[in-house]
């Protein structure tokens, strides 16, 4: 698990996460509902700032239609802010891609939909229990 941490100051003013935070970080995302490409590009945009597509997959070290993958996931949920500049040359405009809020808020609606889903675990097991005795107090 790589994701590049850019040499320049980090728009927070803190310094980079190690490689390892970084992997353990994609992992627990992806454990409360966060594809693993959203992962890092989440993280990737809270490190380095606003970035194009490209500068994604450099970063991430994702390949281009991974990145897209990541970013759709990241606009259907309504995280990502992007920002169309135009192309005076010539072709399409180019994307660049920030964070809606900081990290913390971007992360919350997926914190939030996990709580649930270990409330109702919870709830599940406790019900597995009570039938359990139930049914073993049947064959004693």
Not at 5 to 15: C, E, L, Q, V
Not at 72 to 81: A, F, G, P, S, W
Request: proline share 4%; with cysteine; net charge positive.
């Amino acid at each position: 698990m790589s994701i590049h941490i850019d040499t320049r100051t980090p728009p927070n003013g803190r310094s980079s996460l190690s490689t390892e935070e970084v992997a353990e970080m994609v992992d627990l995302l992806k454990q409360i509902g966060v594809h693993g490409f959203a992962a890092k590009i989440m993280i990737a945009l809270t490190t380095n700032g606003p970035s194009s597509s490209s500068e994604l997959q450099k970063s991430c070290k994702l390949r281009q239609p991974e990145v897209s993958i990541g970013i759709t996931q990241l606009k259907r949920d309504r995280i990502i802010h992007v920002e169309k500049i135009a192309n005076f040359n010539r072709g399409r405009p180019k994307h660049v891609y920030s964070l809606n809020g900081g990290f913390y808020s971007a992360t919350l609606m997926y914190r939030e939909k996990a709580a649930i889903r270990i409330k109702e675990m919870n709830e599940q097991l406790g019900r597995l229990n009570e039938l359990s005795e139930h049914m073993s107090a049947l064959s004693n």
